[in-house]
């Protein structure tokens, strides 16, 4: 499960302050699990995966599939595994016989045995000496996952799998490390002795978090069937703790539709999570540990920001995701004002159009700004709309200030321009020898006298 940073309020001036919220899922370790119901949304999956084959030719039922590597570590109820079992009747278990690659200790559950993924239960869960223990069930319960052959793919047993192009069990891995994903996928598999009632579910279990989702689509109570028995849940391998959804135990009688269900490690004590902020590369202070929502005050622009967290497996290990956000500090919305200069003679003061604010929107819709002008300071007196054409200054330097507030993030930015007034220039010239005839065609230089500096 990836971690993200949400992207904060927009930082109007170097030292102002936003608050970076990082969604990250803070679990607890694996020693019990808490559920709780989820949207109903159906995996992105986009790998072939692998079909959970079973040959058209061997007519055995309720089965364990081959002994599957898992592509990561996942802890279960305080245990690490790497190998798991995926069953034909809606089950998945890490309890393998440890005759067999990844094997356990008291493990019982064998691959392609007729029968091996036990059908026949009545006890509610959790139940120590239940046989299919040590599993994540979703949804668990007698199904026909048998084919008949060869090679024929509609099946002439009344409760068999009759399309094997929509009617399958795959499990797929899916996103990169540390956040991948594996998914079991149950379509349409047919009730065993129910007609044509079928279930179609999934089960998830997530890399680094070690949290399971069990996603229903569509699961039906065969009641002419060992009394329509089935269960949702997680279980450990002595069957003493057990997580099972309200109503979605063995003998509930149900029905689901569009349902799911998150079972997330909640074991009593600390998180396994911890996060930890980098600002631009660099550590933060420990004070900033866990903080979340976190307060940044950049005042270099831009900064970036780096939220880790760690999680502490059942083994010991450590794995960290994270994520980073660049803030930056906003710069002035519009185009800058201009100095404003004019030629003037005698005493002041002088009337000025200050008006720049075609100028700086330069196209944009000034109804998504706050424009307003100052005399002196961006908090002087406020300069009326009706003066801006002909305001009144000595024009020795002079600061305006404009004020221009973005309605769309709040910030407030300013920026100054100078008023000078200068003087006209006037002087005389002449030219050595003058009048001369307008057809003297030879450049002739003038004589300055009288001239003023400063003109423009």
Same mark, same amino acid.
């Given at each position: 499960?990836?971690?993200?940073?949400?992207?904060?309020?927009?930082?109007?001036?170097?030292?102002?302050?936003?608050?970076?919220?990082?969604?990250?899922?803070?679990?607890?370790?694996?020693?019990?699990?808490?559920?709780?119901? @989820?949207?109903?949304?159906?995996?992105?999956?986009?790998?072939?995966?692998?079909?959970?084959?079973?040959?058209?030719?061997?007519?055995?039922?309720?089965?364990?599939?081959?002994?599957?590597?898992?592509?990561?570590?996942?802890?279960?109820?305080?245990?690490?595994?790497?190998?798991?079992?995926?069953?034909?009747?809606?089950?998945?278990?890490?309890?393998?016989?440890?005759?067999?690659?990844?094997?356990?200790?008291?493990?019982?559950?064998?691959?392609?045995?007729? +029968?091996?993924?036990?059908?026949?239960?009545?006890?509610?869960?959790?139940?120590?000496?239940?046989?299919?223990?040590?599993?994540?069930? +979703?949804?668990?319960?007698?199904?026909?996952?048998?084919?008949?052959?060869?090679?024929?793919?509609?099946?002439?047993?009344?409760?068999? &799998?009759?399309? &094997?192009?929509?009617?399958?069990?795959?499990?797929?891995?899916?996103?990169?490390?540390?956040?991948?994903?594996?998914?079991?996928?149950?379509?349409? @598999?047919?009730?065993?002795?129910?007609?044509?009632?079928?279930?179609?579910?999934?089960?998830?279990?997530?890399?680094?978090?070690?949290?399971?989702?069990? @996603?229903?689509?569509?699961?039906?109570?065969?009641?002419?069937?060992?009394?329509?028995?089935?269960?949702?849940?997680?279980?450990?391998?002595?069957?003493?703790?057990?997580?099972?959804?309200?109503?979605?135990?063995?003998?509930?009688?149900?029905?689901?539709?569009?349902?799911?269900?998150?079972?997330?490690?909640?074991?009593?004590?600390?998180?396994?999570?911890?996060?930890?902020?980098?600002?631009?590369?660099?550590?933060?202070?420990?004070?900033?540990?866990?903080?979340?929502?976190?307060?940044?005050?950049?005042?270099?622009?831009?900064?970036?920001?780096?939220?880790?967290?760690?999680?502490?497996?059942?083994?010991?290990?450590?794995?960290?995701?994270?994520?980073?956000?660049?803030?930056? @500090?906003?710069?002035?919305?519009?185009?800058?004002?201009?100095?404003?200069?004019?030629?003037?003679?005698?005493?002041?003061?002088?009337?000025?159009?200050?008006?720049?604010?075609?100028?700086?929107?330069?196209?944009?819709?000034?109804?998504?700004?706050?424009?307003?002008?100052?005399?002196?300071?961006?908090?002087?007196?406020?300069?009326?709309?009706?003066?801006?054409?002909?305001?009144?200054?000595?024009?020795?330097?002079?600061?305006?200030?404009?004020?221009?507030?973005?309605?769309?993030?709040?910030?407030?930015?300013?920026?100054?321009?100078?008023?000078?007034?200068?003087?006209?220039?006037?002087?005389?010239?002449?030219?050595?020898?003058?009048?001369?005839?307008?057809?003297?065609?030879?450049?002739?230089?003038?004589?300055?006298?009288?001239?003023?500096?400063?003109?423009?």
């Amino acid at each position: 499960m990836p971690i993200s940073i949400d992207t904060p309020l927009p930082v109007c001036n170097p030292g102002d302050c936003t608050d970076l919220q990082v969604n990250y899922l803070a679990t607890k370790p694996t020693g019990t699990y808490t559920v709780a119901p @989820i949207l109903h949304t159906v995996p992105a999956i986009t790998t072939i995966g692998t079909e959970l084959a079973i040959d058209e030719n061997d007519h055995r039922d309720d089965i364990w599939g081959g002994i599957v590597p898992l592509p990561f570590n996942f802890c279960f109820y305080g245990q690490k595994y790497d190998r798991i079992l995926v069953g034909t009747n809606g089950v998945v278990t890490f309890n393998i016989d440890p005759a067999y690659p990844g094997g356990i200790p008291g493990g019982v559950e064998e691959p392609y045995v007729d +029968g091996g993924c036990n059908w026949g239960f009545n006890q509610n869960l959790p139940s120590p000496g239940f046989h299919t223990a040590n599993a994540i069930y +979703g949804v668990y319960q007698d199904t026909e996952y048998r084919r008949y052959g060869p090679t024929q793919t509609i099946n002439t047993a009344p409760t068999g &799998i009759v399309d &094997i192009f929509t009617q399958y069990i795959k499990y797929y891995v899916e996103g990169t490390a540390p956040n991948r994903r594996f998914i079991v996928h149950y379509s349409k @598999i047919p009730h065993y002795s129910c007609g044509g009632d079928s279930q179609t579910s999934y089960i998830v279990m997530y890399e680094t978090t070690n949290v399971i989702d069990v @996603i229903v689509t569509s699961r039906t109570r065969c009641t002419g069937w060992q009394n329509g028995v089935g269960v949702i849940g997680v279980m450990n391998q002595a069957g003493t703790l057990g997580t099972v959804p309200p109503g979605r135990n063995t003998n509930d009688a149900w029905t689901a539709s569009n349902e799911a269900w998150r079972f997330t490690p909640s074991q009593a004590g600390p998180s396994n999570a911890t996060l930890t902020w980098l600002e631009n590369g660099t550590p933060m202070a420990a004070s900033t540990t866990n903080v979340n929502p976190l307060n940044v005050c950049p005042t270099v622009n831009p900064t970036t920001y780096t939220a880790i967290v760690t999680y502490t497996e059942c083994d010991g290990s450590t794995v960290t995701i994270q994520d980073t956000e660049t803030v930056k @500090i906003e710069d002035f919305p519009l185009r800058e004002p201009v100095p404003k200069t004019i030629c003037v003679t005698g005493a002041g003061p002088y009337p000025f159009n200050i008006d720049q604010t075609a100028y700086m929107l330069n196209g944009l819709p000034a109804s998504d700004y706050s424009i307003v002008y100052h005399a002196g300071s961006e908090t002087g007196t406020v300069i009326p709309a009706a003066n801006l054409s002909s305001y009144l200054s000595a024009g020795a330097g002079e600061l305006i200030w404009v004020v221009v507030e973005v309605f769309n993030t709040g910030c407030i930015k300013s920026k100054s321009f100078p008023l000078n007034a200068v003087s006209t220039p006037s002087g005389t010239f002449s030219y050595t020898g003058s009048p001369y005839c307008s057809d003297v065609t030879t450049p002739q230089l003038p004589t300055l006298s009288g001239l003023t500096s400063g003109g423009t």
